[in-house]
């Protein structure tokens, strides 16, 4: 049973570029976490989605960043006309949808915006 | 909101020694569960230990094992016999309830770097 996978490992953008992150969760997990870990800090979460919604969005930006989780296909991250205080780790974890199980992450998109 | 805070942003300690790393937390809830997560330098989130708030026994993990404090709102994580590969990042984490709907939602500590010497 594959992990949590994201890729890229690693993405540079160009400040205005968008960037696009992907982490497909573990089989028979429909709960997807985001997590954004500047440099010498700790995770920030910033969205929790189940299938085709979104659940909690407190820890998004307001502006630049969306998140979607289809029906079919990986969860993506996007951020638009990507700054330099974009550059961070982003972090994807999954859960399945029962009530004591904790989630799992995977190994993180380190985005370096140039 | 919760709130983690972790005060010791480094720690170091002897092969085969214990150390313990200190985590405090804020929140008016009463059920809610605690962890504490190891990044090593591959930056992959390694579950260590768990903690359901509603459980008086602390919880032990072969060489891990927490004391949690439920009235201080203190969870420290204790390291024995300290070995070369427990050298990472360990961060605390705070979840509530899945009652209120916030999923697996984590409120992370800002880490402590813990190094081991020989």
């Known amino acids: 049973n594959a992990g949590v996978m994201q890729n890229p490992r690693h993405l540079v953008r160009r400040r205005g570029q968008e960037a696009r992150l992907r982490c497909s969760p573990m089989?028979?997990?429909?709960?997807v976490y985001w997590y954004r870990q500047l440099p010498e800090e700790g995770l920030k979460f910033m969205v929790y989605l189940q299938k085709e919604n979104i659940i909690d969005e407190s820890g998004m930006p307001k502006e630049r960043f969306s998140a979607e989780f289809p029906k079919e296909g990986p969860s993506i991250l996007r951020i638009q006309q990507v700054v330099r205080g974009d550059s961070a780790a982003y972090f994807c974890?999954?859960?399945?949808?029962?009530?004591?199980?904790?989630?799992?992450f995977g190994q993180g998109t380190r985005l370096t915006v140039v | 909101a919760q709130t983690v805070t972790q005060s010791q942003p480094e720690m170091s300690v002897q092969e085969a020694e214990t150390v313990t790393l200190s985590c405090t937390y804020d929140t008016s809830e009463s059920d809610y569960y605690l962890f504490w997560y190891k990044q090593p330098p591959s930056r992959q989130m390694i579950l260590v230990i768990r903690?359901?708030?509603?459980?008086?026994q602390n919880a032990t993990e072969n060489r891990f094992s927490v004391n949690f404090q439920k009235a201080a709102k203190s969870f420290s994580l204790k390291i024995s016999d300290s070995q070369l590969g427990d050298a990472a990042m360990y961060f605390c984490a705070y979840r509530s309830s899945i009652l209120t709907g916030g999923g697996n939602k984590l409120t992370f500590g800002t880490g402590t770097q813990l190094k081991v010497e020989l």
């Open positions: 089989k028979g997990h429909s709960h």
């Open positions: 974890a999954s859960s399945p949808p029962t009530r004591y199980t904790e989630a799992f």
């Open positions: 903690q359901e708030a509603y459980k008086q």
